[in-house]
């Protein structure tokens, strides 16, 4: 079957770290960028951030609010992707989807853009609440 | 950063009827590959989101066609034919040309 399930989520303190994990099976998962996207409680969605594959550089990109706080990594040998978050504060707070994305084009000549793909696979979600 | 802008906010649809979702963004969402980089998800409640519609106007697998997008460079719409009571949910634009915006979401209930 084709999915992508995270774990990793729940209770931490303001300023901690926990690291979520999206294990992705059914398909071959070094062949494609992967996006994290967050909701907060009752709010809309947010992109956080994605990592291309391999074959595309690897390249990882991220959204203001989380840039050089977030790192998002895989490990295609065991077809996980990582979203490591430090310095936590109380507006992380989300359910956290791993997202398979469509990610294969080039940076735009004249605005040096790098585009996201689209997001045709979705997991389930993992919960990360930031309070003391 | 781009932003997203969904209008209505919300919208109650009898079954049968069509409804319409517009959708603006800060700056032009055609990049120079010739793609025009914009999204619409779907959200039901207690549910994951679901991607409807990919580069504007092309109908992901599976999804019905009453289900259609349209626009370009900075105003795009998404427009359902006839409503059925299972597109009750929120839905939501994205553009995906420099990181990544999603608009506010758009929620859709029966009358």
């Known amino acids: 079957e084709v999915q992508l399930v995270e774990s990793g989520g729940g209770l931490v303190q303001p300023g901690r770290s926990l690291r979520l994990s999206c294990t992705a099976s059914g398909f071959t998962f070094g062949d494609y960028a992967m996006s994290w996207v967050r909701q907060a409680p009752g709010k809309g969605l947010e992109w956080v951030g994605f990592i291309r594959s391999k074959a595309y550089g690897g390249t990882t990109e991220y959204a203001a609010s989380v840039k050089g706080r977030f790192t998002i990594s895989r490990d295609d040998s065991k077809s996980i992707a990582y979203l490591q978050m430090n310095s936590l504060k109380t507006e992380d707070t989300a359910v956290y989807y791993c997202?398979?994305?469509?990610?294969?084009?080039?940076?735009?000549?004249?605005?040096?853009?790098?585009?996201?793909?689209?997001?045709?696979?979705w997991g389930r979600g993992t919960l990360v609440t930031v309070s003391s | 950063d781009i932003v997203m802008t969904q209008t209505p906010l919300s919208l109650s649809v009898t079954p049968g009827q069509p409804a319409s979702i517009s959708c603006k963004s800060s700056q032009s969402l055609l990049h120079s590959d010739g793609k025009t980089y914009l999204y619409w998800y779907l959200q039901k409640p207690g549910q994951s989101p679901q991607l409807l519609i990919y580069?504007?106007?092309s109908r992901f697998s599976g999804v019905p066609d009453r289900f259609s997008g349209s626009g370009s460079g900075t105003d795009f719409t998404l427009k359902i034919s006839r409503v059925e009571a299972e597109d009750v949910g929120v839905y939501y634009c994205?553009?995906?040309?420099?990181?990544?915006?999603f608009g506010q979401g758009t929620k859709v209930e029966i009358k």
């Open positions: 580069e504007v106007s």
């Open positions: 994205m553009q995906g040309i420099h990181r990544g915006t």
């Open positions: 997202t398979r994305d469509q990610s294969h084009g080039y940076y735009d000549i004249l605005t040096g853009y790098l585009p996201l793909g689209y997001f045709d696979l």
